[in-house]
């Protein structure tokens, strides 16, 4: 870890490490809800509404490559056993058992919304002070509001009627 490019962190580094690998852990749980989503997917605008979900998970893929990028320069250690994500999570795992396009979709909603806060909390905690972390955070979070908006947006053109 480089001496000095730690010493301009003026937050407690080890608190900031806590807080990115739950937001890592959640961020493979996300990935794999999409993921498997996309794969389970049926009912009304499947074909569109499991690509939008593959599309999804990439991206929280790339987001768990952004904490961990981070956390490694920090001098931090990622989540290196799988069943700890379980343990470590903000958002949990929301279990697709029923595979309607619908339920898939308000599903993944709901954990947008639990990434919203978790980042903006993420953020809030290291604005002024971590300004590479910072520059991190506002990025996903940026993500993760348009995953909400594009989901939302899909649940209402299918509560339209149909004309
Ligand atoms: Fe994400
Ligand atoms: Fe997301
Ligand atoms: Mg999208």
Known sequence: MGTKGREIVGVN?????????????DEWLAYYQYWVGA??????MR???AKELEQHAEEEHKHAGML???MIQLGGTPILKPEDW????NCG???PSDPDTKKLLAQNIKG??????????????????????????LEILADEVEHEED???????MKAPVK
């Open 13 to 25: 580094i080890k608190e900031l490490l806590a807080l990115m690998n739950k937001a890592y852990a």
């Open 39 to 44: 794969k389970v997917a049926v009912g009304r």
């Open 47 to 49: 074909g569109i509404i």
């Open 68 to 70: 961990v990028e981070r």
């Open 86 to 89: 379980m343990k470590e999570t």
């Open 93 to 95: 795992y929301d279990v």
């Open 112 to 137: 947008e919304q639990c990434a919203i806060t978790t980042y903006k909390k993420l953020l809030d905690f290291v604005k002024g002070k971590d300004d590479l972390t910072e520059k991190i955070v």
């Open 151 to 157: 989901l939302q947006a899909m649940l209402d053109d």
